[in-house]
C-alpha cells in the first residue's frame, strides 16, 4: 500500500467516524433531550403513561387484573391482581374446582378483550385541569361532540331513530328510568300514575319507583292486570324492555289509551344481542354505554326523545340530581365511540356478536341433552345491521326447571355450584332462573363446565 | 510513519467505527423499535398522549382552552377554543371591553392555574379495559383506595373526625344531599319531614326537595320560623352550611330537639375559604371535589356519616340512582387527592388562600370607596391548619345595597355590566346579591374594573 494510498483509507475512516458519531450525537440528542420518537410526547403526559403501562404489564396469570386504581398492599409497589370468580393467589393462577361458578348479574365483561386488542386508539389521557367547570362551552352540561357521535352511531347500526328528536344524558340508564317515569307523571294528576311492567321483567323498575317514593307515581305490577282497565285522569307508564331483560323477546307495549305511555328500555338493543329488524321509533327510548360498549363502571346512558317537555323535564331531574354526567365519562364515551365507528362499526359487532352467537350454541347443545332444564326459544330473524336472517344470541338464559319436584329452580343450580338469578326477582316464579352469559370467558367457561356435570347426572342423558 | 503504526491506526479507526456503528444501532433500536427513553411507555399510551399533548400545546392567546372533547369545526383536525367570558374570536385573542362580565354561578377556576403547574403529576391514562365492571375488587362501588385517601386528607387538613365513621360517595355533593334528606326522614311518619335552612341559603336545597316530590319529605322554608315549634312524630331536618353560601359565615345549627336532624353542607369547609378552628364532628357532613380541588365537572363528593343506617340507606340510593359514582370520577379523583396529600397539602392550600386572598382585599378597597355597596363581615380566626390567626378569604361576596332607591341591587350591578346572582334567590330578597369570586382570572379582572367603575361614578367616592 502506498502512503497515499493509506492517507486515503485513513481519511475515509476518519469521515466515517465522523458521520457516525455526529449520528449518534444527534440519535442521543433525540432520545435524551427530546421527546422520543415524536415531539408532541413532550413531558407532562409521560409519568401518566410510564404508571398506566406498567399496571397494565402486570399479567395476573390471564385470571383478572389490576387497575390503576387497585388496592396497594403495604408492602407492596404495585396495585393486587383482582382475580376472575374461583381464581386466585397473588398472581390469580391458583384455581378453586370446586368454588361456585357466578352467573348471576350482568356485568358485560365479554367485551373486555376487544378493548384490550384496541389498546392504542381506545386509551385517554385526561390532563389535571381537563374539564374543571361545571359548563362545556355552550354553557350546557352535554359534550355536543359526545351527542353528534350518538347519532351517527344509530344511523350506521339503524337501531333508532333520532332525527328530529332529543338527546339527553344519564348517569347510566338507571338514572334516566326514573328520570323518564318522572317527567312523564304529572304533578297535578288526581291520583299518583301507575307504573307497571311486563313479566317477566327487570326488577330495578319495581325497586327505583318504590324506594324514591314520590307523591306522582306508584309501582303497580304486572301490565296484563291493567290491560282492560282505564281511568280518566290517571297517567298509566308502561316499562317495555325491548330485547327483554331476563328471556331476550323483542316486546312491544300492550297498553293502548291516551294516558298511556311507553318507556322503551332499549339497553341490549345493539347487534351483540339480537336481530335489528328496523330502527325503533318510539317516544321514549333508553340506552346504555354499558351493554354496548360493555363499560358499565362509566355510568353512561342517553335517552331519545321525542317530546320537548319530556326532554326539558329530564334534563331537569339530571341537573338537581347531579349536576349532568361526570364529565370524564362523556369524554371516554366519546373517544369509545370513536372506535365503535371506525370502518362502519363491522369490528365490535361482528366481535359482540360472534362471542355472544358461540356461547349460546355451546349452551343450547348441553341443554338439549337435558329433560330437567328447557331455554327460551327466540326465532331467527332478518337484521338490517349485517344485511341478513341470523340466529339468536341473547346476554342472558332463560332457563325453566321442567321436572315437577324442581319447584326451586334457583336451588337445583346451586346445588350444581352454579350461582343463578331467581326467577322471583323477576316476577316470574320460582320454576325459573337466569344465567347470565356477558360475563368474562372464565365464568363461561366454568358455568359450562358445571351445566355439564348437572345434565349428566341426570337419568338419561348424555354428557358432552 | 512504519507500516506496522499505519496498519494499528487503522485497526483503530476500524474498531471505533465499529463501535460507534453499533452505538448507532442501538440508539436506532431504541428510538423505533424501542419505546423511547422509558422502557415503560411503549406502544399504546402513546396516541392517547400525543393527542392530548396536541390539545394542550393550543394557546388560545391565555384567555380560553381547548379541550380533548371540543367541537371540532368541518374543516379543522383541532378542538376549538373555549373561550373565557368577554373574549371571543378563534384564538381568544378578541377582548369585548362593553360586555357584561359574568360573577354569577359558583365555577371554581380560580384552581385550574395550579393543575396546569402540576401538569406531570395530575395527569391520568384511561386504559380502554379499566374498571369494566359495575363493581370494584370486593364487589362494592366504591374505591376502597379513595376511601383511604379522604380519610388522609382530612386528617392531615384536620377539618373533619372520620375515625369511626362511615364514608359514602356521590356524584358530587348535589346528589348526596337529597340521598341525605331521603335517608333522615322515616317511611312510616305521621307526616312529611320538614326540610329547612337558615336564610340567606343555597336555593338547591329547596328546589331539589320540591322537584323530586317524595310522600316523606317537603320543604318547609327558613328555619327560624320552627325555632321554637316541635311536634311529636314529625321530623325537622336542617340544612346546615359552614361556610355559608353566599355569606361565607361558620354557621351552626339552630333547631334542638329529638326529632332534628342536621345535614352538615361542607363544601366550603377547606382552608382556601376560611379559617379551620376545629375538626368538624357532626353526624352527617357532606364534601365535595368541586370546591377542593376545583373539579367540578367531576361530579364526586362524599359524605362523613356516623350513623350506620343512615350510611346504609345512602348507599342504597346510589345504588338505585346511578349504581355508585362514575369509575373514570372516582379514579380521577384519587389521582387529585395523591397530589393534594404531597408535602402535606401546603401546595394546594396555600395557593387556594392566597388567591382568595389576595382576590378579597381587592375587592375590599374598592367597596370601602363606596357608600353605596357594603361588604359581609368575616372576623379573623385561629385555623389549625395554618397554625396562625387568618383573615377573611371568602368563596362570594354577598353584595349590600345600601341606598334606599336601590331596591332591586341586581339591576344596579346589570347597569355596571356586571351580571350577579339575585339576592332573593337565597330568599334574602332584592337588596342583596352575590358576587363570584372563584372564577377565572379574567372573569375576577373584568368584575373589578366594572366595579371600580361603579363606584367612581358615585358621587363623593374616590376611584382607585
Known sequence: MSKIENSRKIHRHVLCLASSIVLNLFLIYKWYLGAGWDPAVSNWTRKAATEAEAVAAISCSGHGRAFLDGLILDDKQQPICEC?????????????????????????????????????????????????????????TTSKELQRHIRKLHDMVGNAVTQEKYITFGAGSTQLLNAAVHALSSDNASSPARVVASIPFYPVYEEQTDFFRSVDFRFQGDTSLWKNYSEAGTDMIEFVTSPNNPDGQLNKAVLQGQNVKAIYDRAYYWPHFTAIPAPADEDVMIFTLSKLTGHAGSRFGWAVLKDKATYESMERYSELNTIGVSRESQLRALKLLKVVLQGGGKDLFEFGHQTMRKLWERLNKIISMSKRFSLQKIAPQYCIFFKKVREASPAYAWVNCEKEEDK??????????ITSRKGHRFFAGDRYVRLSLIRSQDDFDLLLHKLNQLVSEEEGSESI
Chains 1, 2 share one sequence.
Not at 108 to 114: A, D, H, I, M
Not at 408 to 417: K, L, S
Open 84 to 140: 376472575n370468580s374461583c381464581y386466585g393467589g397473588l398472581d390469580c393462577s391458583q384455581f378453586f374446582s370446586a368454588c361456585t361458578v357466578n352467573a348471576d348479574g350482568g356485568d358485560p365483561l365479554f367485551l373486555e378483550p376487544f378493548w384490550v386488542q384496541h389498546a392504542a386508539s381506545s386509551a385517554i389521557v385526561v390532563a389535571g385541569w381537563h374539564r374543571m367547570s361545571y359548563y362545556y362551552g355552550d354553557q350546557s
Open 408 to 417: 326451586d329452580c334457583y336451588e337445583v343450580f346451586q346445588a350444581g355450584n
